[in-house]
């Protein structure tokens, strides 16, 4: 079955360095993916989104990575902040075409930013 | 505008109880999805509902049910509650024609 998850679950970054959160999924049909970031005691919050017809998107400080050959994607936050300190995750329609509102996640990777 | 609202947002429940847990979506949003997050399964889709109707489901037992009524807020039912239901249960306000999800804060479960 298709799943996406996370390469490390854990990530820790000097404040102001760049930092890199890695996914991989197993589904090659996959069209949609969304970076989500939560923050302790809150729900996920949409950061980015990319489409396969894309390899690449930049939004405000961040950039989303697709490389459809190996099934893996990137989100990369540049000058890392303490308050990018949260757990991000990858998300995916969980049917290949089908509904984008029903996601699959995947486990998270924790960004601790030292100051 | 105002952000999805879920309500209670902490609830204790002993095992055998029933539950249920409510979401209003931002104004002008008729999809809901609802998800349960825990530490071992991370984020766990369980249905969406669109215009009172469920139009998407996830694998859980039939325990897990919901509602949308006709102002598109959406209540979701645990019956015969076990511990592992306890949970982080987040409900999603759907963007229409778009893939945007606006997530609540989520009710935390605790089934003692």
């Known amino acids: 079955g298709e799943s996406v998850g996370l390469h490390l679950p854990t990530l820790s970054v000097q404040e102001g360095d760049n930092s890199i959160i890695n996914c991989a999924y197993s589904n090659s049909a996959s069209d949609y993916f969304i970076w989500y970031k939560q923050e302790s005691g809150k729900g996920p919050q949409f950061i980015i989104d990319i489409r396969s017809n894309m390899d690449k998107r930049q939004g405000q400080r961040v950039t989303v990575l697709l490389n459809k050959t190996v099934k893996h994607l990137s989100l990369q936050i540049a000058a890392t902040q303490p308050g990018d300190s949260a757990v991000y995750f990858c998300?995916?329609?969980?049917?290949?075409?089908?509904?984008?509102?029903?996601?699959?996640f995947g486990k998270g990777t924790l960004l601790t930013v030292n100051p | 505008k105002a952000g999805v609202t879920q309500t209670p947002r902490y609830l204790i429940k002993t095992r055998g109880q029933q539950v249920t847990l409510s979401c209003s979506p931002i104004?002008?949003?008729?999809?809901v999805s609802w998800y349960q997050q825990t530490p071992g399964q991370g984020l766990q889709f369980l249905f969406e509902?669109?215009?009172?109707?469920?139009?998407n489901k996830g694998n859980f037992p039939g325990r897990f049910s919901g509602r949308q009524f006709s102002n598109s807020r959406s209540e979701m039912n645990v019956s015969t509650l076990e511990l592992g239901d306890s949970a982080l249960y987040l409900c999603?306000?759907?963007?229409?024609?778009?893939?945007?999800?606006?997530f609540g804060p989520g009710t935390r479960l605790t089934v003692t």
């Open positions: 104004s002008g949003h008729r999809s």
């Open positions: 509902y669109f215009s009172e109707t469920q139009r």
């Open positions: 999603a306000s759907n963007s229409p024609g778009g893939a945007e999800q606006y």
């Open positions: 998300a995916g329609p969980l049917n290949s075409g089908g509904s984008n509102y029903k996601l699959t």
